[in-house]
């Protein structure tokens, strides 16, 4: 028996019904287009959560940092 003689799925327990074998096979055609077109999309999205450039201080009028009695909690907070 060669590879392509070989069945794609196989039924090791139970007796699915066809209705059920071809709701599965949906369900693995459905999530194996959407992992090729995730790949074929280019960079992935990054959830602004995960940014880590928000981390990063921006510069206050004229790139000073802040200054008073305060500033050590501006000087930590994101913005």
Not at 21 to 40: G, K, N, P
């Amino acid at each position: 028996m060669t590879a392509e003689d070989k069945p794609f799925l196989q039924v090791v327990r139970g007796d699915p019904s066809p209705e059920e074998i071809a709701a599965l096979v949906a369900v693995l055609t459905a999530r194996a287009r959407a992992a090729a077109a995730a790949r074929a999309g280019g960079e992935p999205r990054t959830s602004r959560w995960a940014d880590r450039s928000r981390l990063v201080r921006t510069p206050v009028s004229g790139g000073l940092p802040p200054r008073g009695p305060s500033a050590w909690r501006a000087s930590g907070l994101p913005r």
